[in-house]
């Protein structure tokens, strides 16, 4: 099948239309059933063949429990934070981005194929908040969220954040917008919609993060025009869609390509900023170590702890 498209991926090269898992792979749900009791798990690790490493009882006291609600609150997967603005027709300054209640059509139908709109207030522990608050709806009652098994995402969508009505008090507005550009302005990557012939610059965006800024412009109903503005004069390399050249999507594979491009953006960014010293699965098996060290008992006498 790849032979046989070739010859129409080099025609036209520049239009991007890549709808493989990879790139549309999202988190299947689970029922009951498909859940494993730690008991069960505990079962296959007791005896691991090719080792002669053994369980290690653990003291069940507060300190063990303090320990491990430290290694709850080290997540399993990757997560990244990502933001994404909306600028309408006519708009040119950062406070207007901000104070953006709603977008087009095609926005709304580009945000759901980015990721799935989640409530905020009661998140599931073992979803990324992205520094949102997850308990007073303070920064919006729903966020947008993507998830695999292996990589969580949280988008902080100005859209989606509190904004002032027409007529509040400047003080208010003023708020407003800088609960939103507290979240929104300290992520590495921005996604940013532009509707209509709206001009925007990456100096438009205030702040010391905003490392790559992907810009979004609809050509017609089914194609868009995306650009990738980095900071840095030589930025480090990523994609798919690469900050060297325009690109030309198609509607039905924007969402994902955007995703893709956002995360190996914030990954590059990341590594060059030195903060990619430790991966998420290392920190968790440096405190299990750390928790076994501290409270490992010399007998099988107390109850084990998992």
Same mark, same amino acid.
């Given at each position: 099948a790849v032979g046989r498209q070739a010859p129409v991926e080099k025609?036209?090269?520049?239009?991007? +239309?890549?709808?493989?898992?990879?790139?549309?792979?999202?988190?299947?749900a689970r029922s009951a059933q498909d859940m494993i009791h730690p008991s069960f798990v505990y079962l296959q690790l007791h005896q691991v063949p090719f080792t002669n490493e053994q369980p290690v009882p653990l003291r069940a006291d507060e300190g063990l429990a303090r320990s491990l609600r430290v290694l709850d609150y080290l997540a399993p997967v990757i997560t990244h934070k990502i933001g994404v603005l909306y600028v309408a027709p006519g708009q040119e300054r950062e406070e207007q981005f901000l104070q953006n209640r709603m977008g087009s059509v095609a926005y709304n139908?580009?945000?759901?194929?980015?990721?799935?709109?989640?409530?905020?207030?009661?998140?599931?522990? +073992?979803?990324?908040?992205?520094?949102?608050?997850?308990?007073?709806?303070?920064?919006?009652?729903?966020?947008?969220?993507?998830r695999s098994d292996l990589r969580q995402i949280m988008f902080h969508v100005g859209t989606l954040m509190p904004t002032c009505e027409d007529g509040a008090a400047e003080t208010a507005r003023q708020q407003c917008v800088l609960r939103k550009r507290r979240h929104i302005g300290n992520n590495h990557t921005t996604i940013v919609y532009l509707d209509g012939l709206s001009r925007f610059r990456r100096s438009d965006l205030h702040g010391e993060f905003h490392f790559v800024v992907i810009i979004i412009r609809p050509i017609d109903s089914q194609l868009f025009k995306v650009e990738i503005l980095c900071r840095a004069k030589s930025p480090p390399a990523f994609g798919p869609l690469s900050p060297s050249i325009a690109h030309v999507v198609r509607a039905s594979s924007l969402p994902a390509l955007v995703r893709e491009t956002a995360i190996h953006a914030d990954i590059a960014v990341r590594a060059a900023r030195q903060e990619l010293q430790t991966t998420n699965w290392e920190s968790r098996l440096s405190q299990i170590r750390k928790v076994v060290k501290r409270f490992g008992a010399s007998s099988a006498t107390k109850d084990l702890s998992t």
């Open positions: 025609a036209l090269k520049y239009v991007l +239309d890549i709808s493989t898992p990879h790139f549309n792979q999202r988190r299947p139908t580009f945000l759901r194929g980015l990721g799935t709109f989640t409530r905020l207030r009661g998140l599931d522990a +073992d979803c990324y908040a992205g520094g949102l608050d997850t308990s007073q709806d303070a920064d919006g009652t729903h966020s947008l969220v993507w």
